[in-house]
Antibody, heavy 127, light 108 residues
Framework: QLQLQESGPGLVKPSETLSLTCTVS??????????WGWIRQPPGKGLEWIGS???????YHNPSLKSRVTISVETSKNQFSLKLRSVTVADTAVYYC???????????????????WGQGTLVTVSS | EIVLTQSPGTLSLSLGERATLSCRAS???????LAWYQQKPGQAPRLLIY???SRATGIPDRFSGSGSETDFTLTISRLEPEDFAVYYC??????????FGQGTKVEI
């Protein structure tokens, strides 16, 4: 059964770069037809999709964050990563990684839903 | 961007009652790209329904989804204690990124 686990610093200073990694176990990133996504949730608020990547490196980004976001994949380590530059207090959130499935990369059909999810990691932006 | 509006914001019900949650989209959404999630405090969201009406693996049949175009519904036929949670709908459209509704809290 596929499992995902986020890792990275829990505290980031304003204007710096938030860096998180998601490690996938129970399956291979490179043998899946799925994408791999990042979603965040500010404390007490709703969910916001950040971006998704396929093992080939093809990405989708949320236009509202695209200028600050880099998502990459390292198939040899079965991991994918998120970098969010120039963070502010508004970027404080629980960050989740998830399998972004229900699509078909080779036919060009975008993914549809997120399942399963990692447990999430709280990142606080504060000086 | 397609905006999803969920109603009501909070639904107060008793065990065994039927819960009906609404998700309205600002533009038509393909049913293939409408999903529902359940989130309990301190936990990650869990996929319940995908493609508007298909139950995810391991989801009890008291959960059902329906709807099309701009109006979608999640129904819980008989509330169990573990069903009290926040529920989110989520969509994707060719001219819009993946977005979530603001959530409906189901409480006792």
């Amino acid at each position: 059964q596929l499992q995902l686990q986020e890792s990275g610093p829990g505290l980031v200073k304003p204007s710096e770069t938030l860096s998180l990694t998601c490690t996938v176990s129970g399956g291979s990133i490179s043998r899946s037809s799925d994408y791999w996504g990042w979603i965040r949730q500010p404390p007490g608020k709703g969910l916001e999709w950040i971006g998704s990547i396929y093992e080939s490196g093809t990405t989708y980004h949320n236009p509202s964050l695209k200028s600050r976001v880099t998502i990459s994949v390292e198939t040899s380590k079965n991991q994918f990563s998120l970098k969010l530059r120039s963070v502010t207090v508004a970027d404080t959130a629980v960050y989740y990684c998830a399998t972004h499935g229900g699509g078909d990369f080779w036919s060009g059909r975008p993914p549809a839903f997120f399942d399963p999810w990692g447990q999430g990691t709280l990142v606080t932006v504060s000086s | 961007e397609i905006v999803l509006t969920q109603s009501p914001g909070t639904l107060s019900l008793s065990l065994g009652e039927r819960a009906t949650l609404s998700c309205r989209a600002s533009q038509s959404v393909s049913s293939r790209y409408l999903a529902w999630y359940q989130q309990k405090p301190g936990q990650a969201p869990r996929l319940l329904i995908y493609a508007a009406s298909s139950r995810a693996t391991g989801i009890p049949d008291r959960f059902s989804g329906s709807g099309s175009e701009t109006d979608f519904t999640l129904t819980i036929s008989r509330l169990e204690p573990e069903d009290f949670a926040v529920y989110y709908c989520q969509q994707y459209g060719s001219s819009s990124p993946w977005t979530f509704g603001q959530g409906t809290k189901v409480e006792i």
